[in-house]
């Protein structure tokens, strides 16, 4: 076991996965691993038959679940974790259970989802892939061009996925294509390969992706800024959202790019800066971000969208909080208003509104009760999605419009 702590505190996470798996069936250690062997997510059901743990509260997460860099466990558990000291002395089910959870660079939380059926476009629209290379590498994406587009210059909006997802599950996932051609918006969505993070996960624990004009940012901003060449894209009405993985990556769009995008939306996500390696990342999702992160010291924060279930027990509710925080850190004269909701066969929530005092909202968090870590208002043609739940992509449609980048300025 001693071995597999080293695998995975090295970055090793496959052969940790292969060693786990080797003794689980009793194998010698050093044996080669078998081919096709499953991910972290199917070891943890084995581990729960070696060694099933008593008393386990029951499930508070959505059929559909979703990601970022570890499983967090429910706040006081030590389920799924392990102390810095060294393995606890528990059963053996439950001592890989925790190693499992270190399995996941960016939050693997519920199986593959073998991917919707792409539904018909509307006569005129468009949803191609393409691809877009810079310094720091390439990245493919896929963009929704409406139908309704009219003749002048069209928002964009650019959606990053959770880690396993893919472009075309994110968008069945959160329908943004169906509200964009409602507003005649372009939708990007980047592709994470598995090349760049095992899970597909966005790599917002890392140093290098967190800055701007470096690794992942510059990807990102450079996918953004050639749709912007190549379509007719307004420059002051392009917004950037993200669920887990993709909220974290999206918050440090918005705090690397502030001229870039007019505003932000994180469902599930972490503020950036939260973390600088995978052990920080997996503290910070546990525990949620104890002090404000530093980022790049600016004059202006895009406003930004939080959307949050106060049962994630994947990304702790407490790093909505934090990313509210910083959206309005350079802000002063805020007003704050806490308005309560529940619509008919969906889940309560709370809304504050942090207003300026020209009236304009700079940041709107939404806390879902109830929720888990998934979308809210998604559709189950789509992974990670909560149907229950007050309807997201609606909301951050409604707030991005809202907002325009030279509007910042005034």
Known sequence: MGEVARLTRAGRLAEATGLIQRLLRGEDAAASPPPNSPDPTVLEGEFERLDPAPHEPASHEPAHRSDAPGRGPATGSSK???????????????????????????????????????????????????????????????????????????????????????????????????????????????????????????????????????????????????????????????????????????????????????????????????AHDLPSALAAMRQGSRALPDTPRTDRRPPTIIFHGDRDTVVHPQNGDRVAAQAIAAASGLGTEVQHGEAPGRRAYSRTLHTDPAGRTLCEQWTIHGAGHAWAGGSPAGSYTDPQGPDATMEMMRFFLDHRLSAAAD
């Open 80 to 274: 799924t974790g392990l102390p810095r000291t060294g393995l606890p002395r528990t059963g053996l089910g439950q001592t890989l259970r925790g190693l499992a959870a270190r399995l996941r660079p960016a939050g693997l939380q519920g199986g593959r989802h073998a991917g919707p059926p792409a539904e018909p476009l509307p006569d005129g629209a468009s949803f191609t892939a393409a691809s877009y290379t810079g310094p720091a590498g390439t990245r493919a994406y896929k963009l929704y061009v409406p139908a309704n587009r009219g003749d002048g210059l069209r928002p964009l909006v650019v959606m990053l996925h959770g880690c396993t997802q893919s472009p075309d599950d994110f968008a069945a996932g959160t329908r943004m294509n169906a509200l964009a051609e409602r507003h005649g918006v372009f939708v990007a969505y980047p592709e994470q390969p598995a090349t760049a993070n095992a899970q597909r996960c966005w790599n917002w624990f890392k140093p290098e992706d967190q800055r701007r004009g470096h690794g992942e940012p510059d990807l990102l901003a450079g996918i953004t800024r050639r749709i912007m060449r190549d379509h007719p894209v307004d420059p002051d009405r392009v917004y950037i959202a993200g669920l887990s993985a993709g909220g974290a990556a999206a918050a440090i769009m918005g705090a690397a790019y502030p001229d870039l995008y007019a505003a932000v939306g994180v469902h599930s996500g972490l503020p950036a800066g939260a």
